[in-house]
């Protein structure tokens, strides 16, 4: 009898490690600019540029990723002050807006007010980041940050002072990192870091779920695995480098030919990234396999009527193949249809994204660094 009261006890002892972050798919920035009959302008001011985050030259950079679209709210301060935030695997530092940015962006955004909370205290340093989004600029600050019932004191985290055009069109307030504190600016030691290091969380994984269709369901859970989000095997997929959460791609093919990533290429798995990006001759062989014609400005776009006809496209990695219907990689609005995959990747290094994401429940393993992915139910 006794043995079993441990177990059980166990058992709840570990439901209770599981914390759950749900995320809205909210209007796109491309949604949201083409109601407003601003999108034509907008691209040609601010070119998508994917890989911004990825070079850090310091570079200033106006891009865009018009297309990105969950987030989920965090609380920062004591009292504590709510932000929306992207979770993006893609990049690790955390950051949101404050009342000492003056930028267009930050008027329509949540400002972080330091003298609102008593826990509050000043970096030393100042704060710099690109991301395919445009760029931030701002200083590092010490303060409680709360993510899904988690509470991790002392978080250095950034306060924007300057934010670049493009942000005004997000709907998140800001970005908290989930990648490893290799990439961080300023070497910042990432929030999920410290919810291991500090026994926060049952297991040193966290897993995100993205709804296809619907704007309820998604979430990042941390802590663990949610079963009920995935059907079948976990394939467990070892880093080649943990700075972002990346992985050994071996090709991209369509009805059995190779199409794309020809001998093997990197890959990263990017929350924050909306697409599928590569590099531009991959990617434009890629479209017109699936019969798509490009713009001028890299957007891929097919005649609706055609998605159920498109071939499946399989993404190779570590010898098991993950199959993306067209149902899938074609976004569908009352402006059209276009593919989900984007130029702008280098060769060095492909963004599976959120088209990737929504069809594969991925769990990101700090410890063991490996991904582990399964189909999403």
């Known amino acids: 009898m006794m043995k079993w009261l441990v177990v059980l006890s166990a058992l709840v002892a570990f439901s209770e490690c599981i914390h759950k972050i749900p995320l809205i798919k909210g209007k796109t920035a491309r949604q949201d600019l083409q109601e407003k009959g ?40 004591t009292p504590p002050q709510s932000f929306s935030v992207i979770f993006d695997t893609g990049s690790s530092n955390l950051w949101v807006p404050s009342v000492y940015c003056s930028s267009q962006a930050c008027q329509n955004h949540n400002k972080f007010n330091p ?32 993510v899904g019932g988690i509470s991790v004191a002392n978080q250095v985290f950034g306060i924007s002072q300057t934010e670049a055009p493009f942000m005004a069109n997000m709907v998140a307030d800001g970005i908290l990192g989930l990648a490893f504190q290799a990439i961080a600016s300023d070497n910042v ?21 993205l709804s296809s269709q619907s704007e309820q369901g998604s979430e990042v859970v941390f802590g663990g695995v949610d079963s009920s989000h995935y ?41 924050g990234t909306s697409l599928i990006v590569g590099p531009t001759s991959d990617i434009n062989n890629m479209n017109s396999w699936v019969g798509a014609s490009t713009d001028q400005y890299g957007d891929a776009t097919v005649n609706c009527q055609n998605i159920g006809s498109m071939p499946e496209v399989t993404f190779t990695l570590n010898g098991i193949a993950f199959t993306i219907p067209a149902s899938a990689y074609v976004s569908q609005t009352s402006y059209g249809c276009n ?18 994401i929504r069809e594969y429940y991925a769990i990101f393993d700090s410890q063991a660094k490996q991904i582990g992915l399964a189909t999403s139910a």
């Open 38 to 77: 601003l999108w034509e302008k907008y691209r040609k001011m601010y070119p998508y540029n994917p890989m911004a985050k990825f070079d850090q030259s310091g570079i200033e950079s106006m891009t865009n990723d018009a297309d990105l679209s969950y987030y989920g709210v965090i609380s920062i301060g």
């Open 115 to 146: 003298q609102q909370s008593s826990t509050f205290k000043w970096g030393s340093e100042s704060l710099s980041i690109q991301y395919g989004t445009g760029s931030m600029t701002g200083h590092l600050a010490i303060d409680t940050v709360e």
């Open 189 to 209: 030691v990432p929030v999920f870091d410290n919810m291991v290091s500090e026994g926060l969380v049952s297991q040193p994984m966290f897993s995100v779920f």
């Open 231 to 271: 059907t079948g095997q976990i394939t467990w997929i070892p880093l080649s480098s943990a700075t972002y959460w990346q992985i050994a791609m071996d090709s991209v093919t369509i009805n059995g030919q190779t199409v794309a990533c020809s001998g093997g290429c990197q890959a990263i798995i990017d929350t």
């Open 339 to 356: 593919t989900g995959f984007g130029q702008g990747g280098s060769d060095q290094l492909w963004i599976l994204g959120d088209v990737f």
